[in-house]
């Protein structure tokens, strides 16, 4: 073989996972055609008359991205435009899911990762780079082993039937995990040059986002500390890296797709001044025993209690909502408010600004406690309980075992649940059905 005709042959086994993306992007183009008009002609006998779907955003609503500061000895931003790209071989390639529709959760990844290192004395933050997916390499003497100094975000990315890939309002995750690393002593950074970057991977990986609408891309962002040393202090090296993987739904349902939960008041997931309403690790190694409680009783997810009055804090790993009929004989949606103890989900944000702009029910936030919820049981005028997250979106709950009673909520026996409405609403954002501001196009 001569010298011309192998380097040919090494640029076409280099790029061979590019001639099969175009492959699989043209057969599927073809069966989409007739998958999107069939979807359009649903959308429009399902249109319901009391809501419509707004492309405004009123800000009245919704809660802006602190904005970040700083410090001033943090040394230099990292900028997407110095980003560098090394793609995988064929050997290194995963093998991608047979069926999209039956994925599990965070169990496979993609090709590629986003990497970026922190070093205070080499002048601040370095170029990122995408690189094949790979272990991570670290001192064992690493905060992060030792002092759990890491945290990490919750994203993902939707193929539209347009077949474009959107991710939802990237700028109040950034927005979220800078505040959580101010709070951890780990070097903060320009969220907009971030997110540059994570639409790189995912134009890299974009073979990889599932072509339906019952899966995503989950985007795991993370930052953690790799000082190698043993002092309890702030981070002068620092790993911010992200890894992508395909996923299908979070929870174990019940048949009827609700969930069930276990609310003991022996246990606690946040306190006032703690970091509960921070994303980090700290905070969920601890509840993984009391998850294993739950399941022993044949229940799916913890419902987290706090202070002698037992309110309602989240549910698992999600925000929770109530929508009842409150003494004035109104209906009101209502959510545990941001006092410390919860995390400022996107997803809560979301529906609070939504559900306002609809103008239909009263809408607030307000603490919820055991003994609001089985009153409003005993009267009938409890309607339905769900929590909602990125991982989840919105998971309807059926029934809460408390204090050794079983507590059965008719969330799925509403003619026309608010949740169902609230759940169509965001995803027909986040997949595209509908043009708005909070759904952010990849090129």
């Known amino acids: 073989m001569t010298t011309k005709m192998a380097i040919n042959a090494k640029d076409i086994f280099r790029n061979q996972h590019r001639l099969i993306r175009f492959i699989e992007q043209s057969i599927r183009l073809c069966s989409n055609q007739s998958l999107k008009t069939a979807q359009q002609q649903q959308e429009k006998s399902n249109v319901s008359a009391d809501f419509e779907i707004s492309a405004s955003v009123n800000t009245e609503y919704t809660h802006a991205p602190e904005p970040i ?54 002048g601040g933050w370095q170029k990122p780079e995408i690189t094949p997916l790979e272990n991570l390499v670290m001192h064992p003497a690493a905060k992060v082993l030792h002092y759990a100094v890491e945290l990490f975000e919750g994203m993902k990315a939707y193929r539209g039937l347009d ?11 950034m927005a979220r995990m800078n505040l959580a690393a101010q709070r951890s002593g780990l070097p903060t950074f320009e969220g907009k040059e971030f997110v540059k970057c994570l639409a790189r991977l995912l134009s890299i990986d974009s073979e990889w986002v599932p072509h339906t ?19 309890v202090a702030s981070s002068d090296s620092a790993l911010l890296y992200s890894i992508l993987s395909p996923v299908g739904s979070y929870f174990k349902t019940g048949s009827n797709g609700a969930v ?36 022993a009783r044949g229940l799916q997810q913890v419902l987290w209690l706090y202070g002698e009055d037992h309110q309602l804090t989240e549910v698992g790993t999600m925000n929770i909502f109530m929508f009842y009929v409150n003494e004035q004989g109104e209906q009101e949606l209502i959510t545990p408010p941001l006092n410390g103890l919860i995390l400022p989900g996107i997803t809560r944000d979301s529906i609070l600004s939504m559900t306002k702009q609809w103008g239909k029910f009263k809408v607030r936030e307000g603490i919820i406690t ?8 005993n009267q009938g005028r409890l309607l339905e309980l769900f929590g909602t997250g990125t991982a989840c979106v919105v998971s ?7 204090m050794g009673t079983d507590l059965y909520i008719p969330t799925m026996e509403q003619e026309k649940p608010i949740h169902e409405l609230i759940r169509e609403t965001l995803t027909d954002i986040q997949y595209g059905k509908v043009d708005h501001p909070w759904s952010m196009v990849i090129d």
Do not use: C
């Not at 019952?214 to 000082?227: C, E, W």
């Not at 069930?260 to 022996?266: C, E, H, N």
């Not at 246990?267 to 921070?278: C, H, K, L």
């Open 69 to 122: 500061k700083h410090d001033k000895d943090l040394g230099q931003q990292f900028k997407a435009s110095q980003l560098a790209v090394r793609l995988a071989t064929p050997q290194q390639l995963q093998p991608k899911p047979d069926n999209d529709e039956e994925l599990g959760f965070g169990k496979l990844f993609t090709d590629h990762m986003l990497k970026i290192y922190y070093h205070k004395s080499l």
């Open 163 to 173: 077949g474009k890939i959107r991710i939802f309002r990237p700028d109040m995750n």
């Open 213 to 231: 609408d019952a899966a995503s891309l989950y985007i795991r962002p993370t930052l953690i500390g790799i000082d190698p040393t043993l002092g």
């Open 260 to 295: 069930s939960l276990l609310a003991d008041p022996r246990y606690t997931r946040a306190w006032p001044g703690g970091v509960g309403n921070r994303k980090m690790g700290s905070n969920y190694a601890p509840t993984i025993n009391v998850q294993k409680e739950a399941a």
């Open 370 to 377: 055991m003994a609001m919820v089985t009153d409003l049981l």
């Open 396 to 402: 309807p709950i059926n029934r809460i075992n408390y």
